[in-house]
């Protein structure tokens, strides 16, 4: 299990990364577009606009990071952490948008072949330096994003290593310009171009599912699955719907238990479920546990069970007599059927025209009262 770190620490350590990540593509921004236009490389260019998403990128991490650290109010009971995906779905249109313009900037260009600029040692040099910037970048931000549990972070990390990535093409672009190939620059921009649209739409396509509350992975669902069986008292699932939220999952499980167990045995058993799962699994952070005494799913659906007011006015007509003496009564649903369990004090179990009086109006509750297909009495012996 990963270490445990508080809603401060944890915002800290996200804002820690984005800061050094925005810091280190200013300077690259700025180095690589400038020296590209002194080197004459389209590429190294295109690397810099890169550069730059990479520095909106880590804007809108701080932006995100600072709106969904923020604590569950009235308005947001689940806490603020979808700013986080809104934030990464707008940070992944904006690489489409760019990596489609830059891609058709330069193919345009490419039909004056005659007119590309051609690169010298100086961009050679920018882009090898950037590789190594980047990659360190990547494994910076990679590792305060595992800490975290931050999906926004992880995306940023690889925001960072697809910028290492692009370097390494524009490296080999330039390089293969200087042995004589003029258009590998222009090419290997393009492919830039197209990788950050890549990256842009990964990113889209994995914050709709979060958005539109897709389950976990299967394989994290099976387990999820064997751990609630796992536990004593746990009888059988017969729903489990699970979503994430940020960085963190929920979990709804509706598990089945013994019907004749007690409310409270049965809550303690979905308390047990509970605290296994979020101590087991470090993404979950809420379980919602519901306690069935069967697999009642559509039991009941064309027929509306009774109420223990429904089954009290039962009483009151069948057991008038003795109604008066019956200290409580106990409902179970089960099968589609009500079984009641009628309370009465010990003295009446020794009086045999009572308890034949008794037993005759539970046959009859049986017979007019579709619903209900036993009733048992039990004697209750004060001490």
Not at 18 to 42: D, E
Not at 52 to 75: F, M, N, P, Q
Not at 320 to 344: M, T, W
Request: with cysteine; charged share 20%.
């Amino acid at each position: 299990m990963a270490e445990i770190l508080d809603t401060a620490k944890i915002a800290k350590l996200k804002a820690k990364a984005s800061y050094m990540g925005a810091a280190v593509n200013v300077l690259q921004t700025l180095i690589k577009i400038g020296f590209g236009i002194l080197g004459q490389s389209a590429a190294l260019i295109a690397d810099g606009i890169h550069s730059l998403s990479d520095l909106l990128s880590d804007l809108l991490v701080i932006i995100a990071v600072r709106l969904g650290s923020r604590e569950a109010d009235y308005e947001h009971p689940y806490g603020h952490r979808r700013f986080e995906t809104i934030a990464t779905v707008i940070l992944g249109g904006s690489l489409i948008i760019i990596g489609g313009t830059l891609a058709w900037a330069v193919m345009n260009r490419m039909a004056n072949p005659e007119h590309l600029p051609v690169p010298n040692q100086l961009s050679l040099a920018i882009a090898a330096v950037s590789i190594l910037i980047n990659e360190w970048l990547y494994q910076y931000t990679k590792r305060i994003a595992l800490k975290t549990r931050s999906k926004l972070l992880m995306a940023n990390a690889w925001h960072q290593r697809s910028d290492a990535i692009t370097s390494v093409v524009v490296l080999f672009g330039i390089g293969a310009v200087m042995l004589g190939y003029p258009l590998a620059d222009a090419i290997a921009a393009i492919v830039v171009a197209l990788m950050v649209a890549k990256i842009g739409l990964n990113l889209v396509l994995d914050s709709i599912k979060e958005l539109v509350d897709t389950s976990l992975p299967p394989r994290l669902v099976a387990e999820i699955r064997k751990t609630i069986m796992a536990i004593d008292g746990v009888e059988g699932i017969h729903l489990l719907r699970t979503r994430h939220m940020g960085e963190d999952a929920l979990i709804d499980a509706h598990i089945v238990v013994d019907p004749r167990i007690t409310v409270s045995e049965g809550h303690s058993i979905g308390d047990t479920v509970r605290d296994e799962l979020i101590n087991r699994f470090d993404d979950v952070m809420d379980v919602l546990v519901h306690i069935d005494p069967e697999d009642d799913e559509g039991l009941f659906e064309h027929n509306k069970p009774l109420t223990r007011r429904d089954v009290g006015l039962v009483l009151d007509k069948y057991m008038a007599s003795v109604r008066a003496s019956i200290e409580d009564f106990r409902i179970h649903y089960l099968n589609g059927q009500i079984e009641v369990e009628v309370i009465f004090p010990y003295h009446l179990s020794t009086q045999p025209q009572v308890l034949a009086i008794l037993k005759k109006q539970c046959q009859v509750i049986c017979v007019k009262v579709k619903k209900i297909n036993h009733v048992t009495l039990f004697f209750k012996h004060e001490e």
